[in-house]
């Protein structure tokens, strides 16, 4: 079983940065991708970003050039760097390994 929680969220003005982190349980970390996904009021899950265990990554159309995604396999982390935040950017922020999700972190992003 995995177990996953996420950190890191906030408020933040538009045009600033937050970054988020998910601390994940298990010995399987290493060998399987990462994904942090979002949802906002009434709207459905959406994906962010994806990072596979060798460190390819993917990007929702949306978010590229502003959010990073990356993973440090030592500390059985995934992050999410995201700067230049829009409005658009506020949701609840959920971290995913092989089906299993975290209970999420709220970013809210003010005009």
């Known amino acids: 079983q995995v177990q996953l929680v996420e950190s890191g969220g906030g408020l933040v003005q538009a045009g600033g940065s937050l970054r988020l982190s998910c601390a994940a349980s298990g010995s399987i970390f290493s060998i399987v991708a990462m994904g942090w996904y979002r949802q906002a009021p009434g709207k459905q899950r959406e994906l962010v970003a994806r990072?596979?265990?060798?460190?390819?990554?993917l990007y929702a159309d949306s978010v590229k050039g502003r959010i990073i995604i990356s993973r440090d396999n030592a500390k059985n982390n995934v992050y999410l760097q995201m700067n230049s935040l829009k409005p658009e950017d506020t949701a609840v922020y959920y971290c995913?390994?092989?089906?299993?999700w975290g209970q999420g972190t709220q970013v809210t992003v003010s005009s």
């Open positions: 990072i596979s265990s060798a460190g390819s990554t």
């Open positions: 995913e390994c092989i089906g299993y």
